[in-house]
């Protein structure tokens, strides 16, 4: 068997970090593999895999995995159409909004592959291809066999594509908020100067979270993964969108990540450094 992957980020390199312990094939492209992207190239063939240098090199591959940014999930498969086959499957693992996972699933079907949806809800670290996965899709039933063979955890969400990021996406909007919520409210404490008193009154408040661990992990996902983090946001806005919801407050999310992400810092050695770093970026932008 062999496994594809189009686009060879952290989930990609994740899931074929644990897969190739397994003995199957694999081959990667990435649009950035164009421009002599040296160290993924490097990457892909330490763990065992084929460097596809064009998009067509995936027709090798039994099942492919599209692992690409939110923003170009239904445009980075759109190449790759032509080059699909009948038994092929194509496993969407996007955080995208439902109507995007429907509308790549029609391309992809009348391609002649099959098409599954899956929604990754997890970090896929520590865990890789084991952190839990759902699936939808009238092949999910089919595949979930031959998935939990390989060590995949995974459940059925639906028969439809869009079932299971339906999911991703609405469970997004609590997690994504809560990072923004908590960076956003310490970057204002710390620039109205009672960021002690904040911090205080939070931990008294939700002892349950751990302060300040919690508040350095929100501000190292979002700084690390803001830019990836404002795309999901952005998918997620729109799935409310189409259920006639707020949207608005999926977008305003976004910004956030998108901000702090963009700028550049990770983690300092302690929690107010780190905020006060942010503080001063973001401020920065203004000038």
Known sequence: MKIGFLGYGEAARAFHESLSRQGLA??????????????MSRAIESRGGIVASAIAGLAEADWIFSAVTADQSLLAVEPLLPHLRQGQVLIDINSVSPDRKRQTAVAVEAAGATYLDMAVMAPVHPRKHRTPVLIAGDAAERLLPELEALGFSASIAGSAPGAATAIKMVRSLFIKGLEAITVEALLAALAAGCFGEILASLSGSFPGLDW?????????????????????MQESAATLDALGLNGNLAREIAQVHDRTGASGVWKSVTLEETVARVLAARLGEQR
């Open 212 to 232: 300040p661990k919690f508040a350095e992990y929100q501000f190292e996902r979002t700084a690390i993964h803001g830019k990836r983090r404002a795309a999901e």
């Open 26 to 39: 694999f081959i990667a492209y990435d649009i950035l593999l164009g421009r002599d992207d040296e160290t």
